[in-house]
C-alpha cells in the first residue's frame, strides 16, 4: 500500500470542506427573505402624522384667536391697552408661540422681531385664506374679519419646532441604501432642502416618492436604490470566498502542526539546553506533545535551582563579606555609571567616611571587637540612609555614601540627617559597649572632572580636615 502524507490528506480535507461552505451558501441564499417595503408606511409614516397634527392644532388656535372679541376690538380700535391685554392673555395660555397681529394695511399692532419667512408670509395673507411658512418654526396665518365682513388684517402663530430633526430622523427609510430630503417650498416652483438622510448618491439614479405635510409648505422626498442582481449575489459569493479561504488556512495549519509538533518538541529542548548553558533561563518552555510536558517541567525545576545558586554567588561576590553592604568594586562601577551620566546634566554627590576611635577598639579588645564595630555601622547605615543611596566599605573602617542625583547642598542636609539618626551606641561583644561616631568629608562630581575619582579624592581631602579638628563632624569640599 502506497503510503500517504499528513499534507497530502489536510488538501484532501480542504477540498471536502470548500465544496461543503459552497452547498450551504447556495442554500442560505436561494431560500432568503425577500426584502419588501410596504409603500403604505412611506405614503403617511408617523412622523408626518405628528406635524400634520400640530399645524392643524395650530390652525384652529389661529381661528379661535382670530375670532376672538377681544381680538376683533384690537382690530378695529388699534388701540395699545386692549392690544396689549389680548397678547398678556394669549400668551399666559401658550408660552411657547408667538402671536402677531398684523392691519390688513401690514401695520404691527404686536410689535415685535419678524424673520424673513414671517414677512414673506405677511405680504401673501391677504391673497387667500389661510397660509403657512416654515423653517424650524411654523408660521400659521388666519385673516380677521369683522362682523360686516370686512377683512381686517391677519392673526399669525408661530411656534419653535426643535423636534423636527428627531422627527425627521424617525421616518422609516426602506433600508440601508436610501435617500429622503425634507424640503420647504420657495415659490415659483422652487425648494430648499432643510434636513437629508441617506446615501446622497442615489438621488441621481431614481425618481423620489413624494409626502406632502398638509398644513405646511414642507415635503418628505425619498429615493430608494433597486440592487441588480449581481449586487445582490455578491455579498454571498464573497463570504464563500472569505470562508472557504479561512478553512484552507485554518485546515492547512493544523496539518503542518500535526506533521511539525514533534520536531518543534525536540527543538524546545535544545533551545533549553542551550539557555542553560547561557545561564538564563526563560518563563516557559512550551512544546507540543504531551509527553514532553513532564520531563521539561523537571529539567526547568533542575535549571532554575542551579542559576539561583549561581546568581547567589555572584551576588556575594559584589558585597563585603564583613559588613553585607557594596564592597570597593561595585563602587567603583557605580562611580562610573554616575560620572557618565553628569553629560546629561545631573548631579550627584559622595560621602567617605572614617569609624571614630577604631583602631583603639581593635587594639584595646581585639579584632573581634572591630569587626563588630564594623558589622553594626554598615547595619546603622542601611537602616539609616534612602533606598536610593548606594553604600560601600571601601577596606578596613572606610565607608563611602554615593547620593545619586542629589547636589551637594541636598546631601549635606542628608548627612547631617545621618549623624543625627545614628544609634549613639552599640554592644560589640559581650560587655562591651562602643560609642558610635563618625567623621566624614563631602564633595560632589563635577562636570569639570577629567576623571571619576577626582570627586572621591576631593571627599577624602576633607575626611581629612574632619579627623584633624577633632572628629566627629562633616567637611564639605566642593569642586572648584
Same mark, same amino acid.
Given at each position: 500500500?502506497?503510503?500517504?502524507? /499528513?499534507?497530502?490528506?489536510?488538501?484532501?480535507?480542504?477540498?471536502?470542506?470548500?465544496?461543503?461552505?459552497?452547498?450551504?451558501?447556495?442554500?442560505?441564499?436561494?431560500?432568503?427573505?425577500?426584502?419588501?417595503?410596504?409603500?403604505?408606511?412611506?405614503?403617511?409614516?408617523?412622523?408626518?402624522?405628528?406635524?400634520?397634527?400640530?399645524?392643524?392644532?395650530?390652525?384652529?388656535?389661529?381661528?379661535?384667536?382670530?375670532?376672538?372679541?377681544?381680538?376683533?376690538?384690537?382690530?378695529?380700535?388699534?388701540?395699545?391697552?386692549?392690544?396689549?391685554? =389680548?397678547?398678556?392673555?394669549?400668551?399666559?395660555?401658550?408660552?411657547?408661540?408667538?402671536?402677531?397681529?398684523?392691519?390688513?394695511? +401690514?401695520?404691527?399692532?404686536?410689535?415685535?422681531?419678524?424673520?424673513?419667512?414671517? $414677512?414673506?408670509?405677511?405680504?401673501?395673507?391677504?391673497?387667500?385664506?389661510?397660509?403657512?411658512?416654515?423653517?424650524?418654526?411654523?408660521?400659521?396665518?388666519?385673516?380677521?374679519?369683522?362682523?360686516?365682513?370686512?377683512?381686517?388684517?391677519?392673526?399669525?402663530?408661530? =411656534?419653535?419646532?426643535?423636534? @423636527?430633526?428627531?422627527?425627521? *430622523?424617525?421616518?422609516?427609510?426602506?433600508?440601508?441604501?436610501?435617500?429622503?430630503?425634507? =424640503?420647504?417650498?420657495?415659490?415659483?416652483?422652487?425648494?430648499?432642502?432643510?434636513?437629508?438622510?441617506?446615501?446622497?448618491?442615489?438621488?441621481?439614479?431614481?425618481?423620489?416618492?413624494?409626502?406632502?405635510?398638509?398644513?405646511?409648505?414642507?415635503?418628505?422626498?425619498?429615493?430608494?436604490?433597486?440592487?441588480?442582481?449581481?449586487?445582490r449575489v455578491a455579498p454571498y459569493f464573497l463570504g464563500w470566498l472569505l470562508a472557504s479561504l479561512l478553512i484552507a488556512v485554518?485546515?492547512?495549519?493544523?496539518?503542518?502542526?500535526?506533521?511539525?509538533?514533534?520536531?518543534?518538541?525536540? $527543538?524546545?529542548?535544545?533551545?533549553?539546553?542551550?539557555?542553560?548553558?547561557?545561564?538564563?533561563?526563560?518563563?516557559?518552555?512550551?512544546?507540543?506533545?504531551?509527553?514532553?510536558?513532564?520531563?521539561? %517541567?523537571?529539567?526547568?525545576?533542575?535549571?532554575? /535551582?542551579? @542559576?539561583?545558586?549561581?546568581?547567589?554567588?555572584?551576588? =556575594?561576590?559584589?558585597? *563585603?563579606? @564583613?559588613?553585607?553592604?557594596?564592597?570597593?568594586?561595585?563602587?567603583?562601577?557605580? +562611580?562610573?555609571?554616575? #560620572?557618565?551620566?553628569?553629560?546629561?546634566?545631573?548631579?550627584?554627590?559622595?560621602?567617605?567616611? *572614617?569609624?571614630?576611635?577604631?583602631?583603639?577598639?581593635?587594639?584595646?579588645?581585639?579584632?573581634?571587637?572591630?569587626?563588630?564595630? /564594623?558589622?553594626? #555601622?554598615?547595619?546603622?547605615?542601611?537602616?539609616?540612609?534612602?533606598?536610593? *543611596?548606594?553604600?560601600?566599605?571601601?577596606?578596613g573602617d572606610e565607608f563611602c555614601v554615593l547620593f545619586p542625583f542629589t547636589p551637594l547642598e541636598r546631601a549635606q542636609e542628608?548627612?547631617?540627617?545621618?549623624?543625627?539618626?545614628?544609634?549613639?551606641?552599640?554592644?560589640?561583644?559581650?560587655?562591651?559597649?562602643?560609642?558610635?561616631?563618625?567623621?566624614?568629608?563631602?564633595?560632589?562630581?563635577?562636570?569639570?572632572?577629567?576623571?571619576?575619582? %577626582?570627586?572621591?579624592?576631593?571627599?577624602?581631602?576633607?575626611?581629612?580636615?574632619?579627623?584633624?579638628?577633632?572628629?566627629?563632624?562633616?567637611? /564639605?569640599?566642593?569642586?572648584?
Amino acid at each position: 500500500m502506497r503510503p500517504s502524507s /499528513i499534507l497530502r490528506f489536510g488538501l484532501s480535507l480542504v477540498a471536502a470542506l470548500v465544496l461543503l461552505t459552497g452547498l450551504v451558501t447556495a442554500a442560505i441564499y436561494l431560500t432568503r427573505p425577500e426584502a419588501s417595503v410596504v409603500m403604505d408606511e412611506l405614503d403617511k409614516p408617523v412622523m408626518a402624522t405628528q406635524i400634520e397634527f400640530l399645524a392643524t392644532a395650530m390652525q384652529r388656535t389661529a381661528a379661535r384667536i382670530a375670532t376672538h372679541p377681544q381680538t376683533l376690538e384690537c382690530f378695529a380700535t388699534a388701540a395699545p391697552a386692549v392690544c396689549q391685554a =389680548q397678547a398678556a392673555n394669549l400668551h399666559a395660555l401658550n408660552q411657547d408661540a408667538t402671536v402677531l397681529f398684523v392691519t390688513a394695511g +401690514q401695520n404691527q399692532l404686536l410689535p415685535g422681531f419678524l424673520p424673513g419667512d414671517t $414677512r414673506q408670509l405677511i405680504a401673501t395673507a391677504g391673497r387667500g385664506g389661510e397660509s403657512a411658512s416654515a423653517s424650524f418654526s411654523l408660521s400659521i396665518s388666519h385673516p380677521v374679519v369683522s362682523a360686516e365682513g370686512k377683512r381686517l388684517g391677519v392673526v399669525i402663530v408661530e =411656534q419653535s419646532m426643535p423636534q @423636527l430633526q428627531a422627527l425627521f *430622523d424617525t421616518l422609516p427609510l426602506p433600508d440601508a441604501a436610501a435617500y429622503a430630503e425634507l =424640503q420647504q417650498k420657495q415659490g415659483e416652483g422652487t425648494a430648499s432642502v432643510l434636513m437629508r438622510r441617506g446615501n446622497q448618491a442615489i438621488k441621481s439614479r431614481n425618481a423620489p416618492n413624494w409626502i406632502a405635510l398638509a398644513g405646511t409648505p414642507w415635503t418628505i422626498a425619498v429615493w430608494r436604490y433597486e440592487k441588480p442582481v449581481i449586487e445582490r449575489v455578491a455579498p454571498y459569493f464573497l463570504g464563500w470566498l472569505l470562508a472557504s479561504l479561512l478553512i484552507a488556512v485554518l485546515v492547512m495549519a493544523f496539518t503542518l502542526t500535526v506533521r511539525n509538533r514533534v520536531g518543534d518538541s525536540l $527543538r524546545m529542548l535544545v533551545r533549553f539546553t542551550n539557555d542553560l548553558r547561557q545561564q538564563r533561563l526563560r518563563a516557559d518552555y512550551p512544546v507540543s506533545l504531551e509527553e514532553f510536558i513532564s520531563p521539561i %517541567e523537571t529539567m526547568l525545576k533542575i535549571g532554575k /535551582i542551579m @542559576l539561583g545558586k549561581q546568581k547567589e554567588v555572584t551576588s =556575594q561576590a559584589r558585597l *563585603d563579606h @564583613l559588613s553585607q553592604v557594596n564592597n570597593r568594586r561595585s563602587f567603583d562601577e557605580k +562611580q562610573k555609571e554616575l #560620572f557618565a551620566s553628569m553629560k546629561d546634566g545631573w548631579s550627584h554627590s559622595l560621602l567617605i567616611m *572614617d569609624i571614630d576611635n577604631f583602631k583603639q577598639v581593635n587594639d584595646t579588645f581585639g579584632h573581634e571587637a572591630g569587626d563588630q564595630l /564594623i558589622i553594626k #555601622f554598615g547595619e546603622a547605615l542601611k537602616i539609616t540612609l534612602r533606598n536610593s *543611596d548606594f553604600i560601600a566599605r571601601l577596606g578596613g573602617d572606610e565607608f563611602c555614601v554615593l547620593f545619586p542625583f542629589t547636589p551637594l547642598e541636598r546631601a549635606q542636609e542628608l548627612a547631617e540627617r545621618l549623624r543625627a539618626n545614628m544609634p549613639e551606641s552599640v554592644e560589640l561583644i559581650k560587655g562591651v559597649t562602643q560609642r558610635l561616631s563618625w567623621s566624614g568629608g563631602l564633595s560632589e562630581y563635577s562636570r569639570d572632572d577629567k576623571e571619576e575619582n %577626582e570627586a572621591l579624592a576631593r571627599a577624602d581631602a576633607a575626611l581629612l580636615e574632619a579627623k584633624r579638628s577633632g572628629r566627629n563632624v562633616t567637611r /564639605i569640599r566642593a569642586a572648584a
